[in-house]
């Protein structure tokens, strides 16, 4: 049977000289079983099920303003959950009358995956069968310091799993900062306030910081691939026990400030918490008004003007989500088509930290010394240092990850060594004057990893 081959929409890059390059032809990829997939999905069940169990339990109990929060919590994430899974897969201009009723039930996480799951056993089913429909990928590899390009065939059906996976990655972002991480807060503060921590609470806190943790590591890792999107990466177990370290100990000592600073204010700590959240969301909007640009009218082929504008306002809600409590590893930029900014600005990145370290430490200042009635028996003084430290030695893992074990740390104009060379030149001023250095060889400095 012929071949039928496909050259996939690539907009950014030019097909002629793409043509021209010389391309290694690379090995055919393989499908391998969706593990991803499944744990989405059993992470969105287990949290669904415990913060519905909790619901109940504080119902019975005639714990209005707890069984309001934690069910709000629960329904926004799932209906942003199903919104993401019909936007990704374009179910509007399908008729699957199926999978639109399971969205509809909050179960379309559950169908996907049986989708998945079928389309994997497909595949395993014809694993000898060469596929008739395939289409042509082309990406960059790092060999010996080189980049060589690489060509190989993309069947149909790996493509569609494939598709599968990067909507799941996107679910899990959703599911962890826009439902766990403000449930995982909230149940956090209810503890704390009521002094007794029962099984099903544990259980839903539990479900909240495993999805939080999962959902940090895919923000690093599609960040990575979307900034250097004609590159092929492959990231190591190091690698990803690094970043899942880092992401651990940012996200669980920022939310443990917060639980306690809003434990020791109460009411008063709101004001505070939602001016924070709104600095966050609405700089990308101020910075696109400041630029005097355009909408962007080009994000989906059938968008209209609302449905442009829906997009941008969710994603810009996710950004603020994701910032409020860690670091988001991209600049969103409304203004391009990309809408993210895709160098690598390591100025955005310590502004970020900056501003949440010196958050931190009054936050947890203000714990310490007006936080008398919050936890009795234990010594503030401790709880406080413990805290900043485990921040601290997030940012330890960070830098680590971008000197020395980002995938693509050869491409940097400047690491992070340099970064912090050039803000102590500019901190001492007079050092640089009294040793400098020739023109030359300041222009021809580069980035040693």
Not at 233 to 242: H, M, T
Not at 396 to 421: I, T
Request: one cysteine or more; a positive charge.
């Amino acid at each position: 049977m012929d071949r039928v081959y496909e050259i996939p929409e690539e907009p950014n890059v030019d097909p002629v000289s793409s043509l021209q390059e010389d391309a290694i032809r690379g090995t055919n990829p393989r499908f391998t079983f969706p593990f991803s997939i499944l744990f989405s999905t059993f992470l969105y069940c287990g949290e669904a099920a415990s913060a519905l169990y909790m619901v109940r339990i504080y119902r019975k109990n005639s714990e209005t303003y707890w069984m309001t929060y934690t069910f709000s919590f629960f329904m926004f994430s799932s209906i942003m959950v199903q919104l993401t899974l019909i936007f990704v897969h374009r179910d509007l201009a399908k008729d699957k009358p199926l999978s639109l009723f399971m969205h509809l039930i909050l179960l379309g996480p559950v169908i996907r995956c049986l989708e998945a799951m079928i389309k994997y056993l497909t595949l395993w089913k014809k694993e000898e069968q060469e596929e008739p429909y395939v289409s042509l990928t082309r990406k960059k590899m790092l060999i010996d310091g080189e980049e060589v390009l690489i060509e190989w065939e993309v069947g149909h059906s790996i493509r569609t799993l494939a598709m599968h996976r990067n909507a799941y990655k996107r679910m899990s972002q959703i599911q962890a900062f826009l439902g766990s991480v403000p449930q995982l807060t909230y149940q956090l503060y209810v503890s704390l306030i009521s002094a007794e921590v029962p099984l099903g609470r544990v259980v839903l806190m539990v479900f909240s910081l495993v999805s939080v943790t999962y959902g940090a590591t895919l923000c690093n890792m599609l960040a990575i691939q979307i900034k250097y999107d004609d590159y092929k990466i492959r990231l190591g177990p190091l690698e990803v026990l690094c970043i899942t370290i880092w992401r651990t100990l940012e996200i669980t000592s920022r939310l443990l400030i917060l639980v306690l600073f809003s434990a020791t204010l109460k009411l008063k700590a709101v004001p505070f918490l939602v001016l924070n959240f709104l600095i966050i969301l609405f700089e990308p909007w101020i910075k696109f008004w400041r630029s005097g640009a355009q909408m962007p009218n080009n994000i989906e082929k059938n968008f209209s003007r609302v449905g442009t504008l829906v997009v941008l306002i969710s994603v810009t809600i996710l950004y603020a989500g994701i910032n409020f409590s860690c670091w988001s590893a991209l600049q969103l930029r409304l203004a391009d088509r990309d809408l993210v900014d895709k160098g690598q600005n390591w100025g955005h990145m310590g502004l970020h930290y900056s501003v949440r370290l010196v958050e931190n430490v009054i936050m947890v200042l203000v714990f310490k010394f007006f936080g008398a009635k919050v936890l009795l028996n234990y010594c503030h003084s401790l709880i406080a240092l413990q805290l900043i430290i485990a921040y601290l030695i997030s940012i330890g893992f960070m830098l680590l990850f971008f000197q020395y074990l980002h995938p693509l740390r050869s491409l940097f104009a400047h690491n992070v060594v340099d970064y912090l060379h050039c803000v102590c030149c500019h901190r001492h001023p007079r050092t640089r004057v009294e040793n400098p250095e020739p023109p030359f060889e300041t222009e021809a400095r580069q980035s040693v990893v």
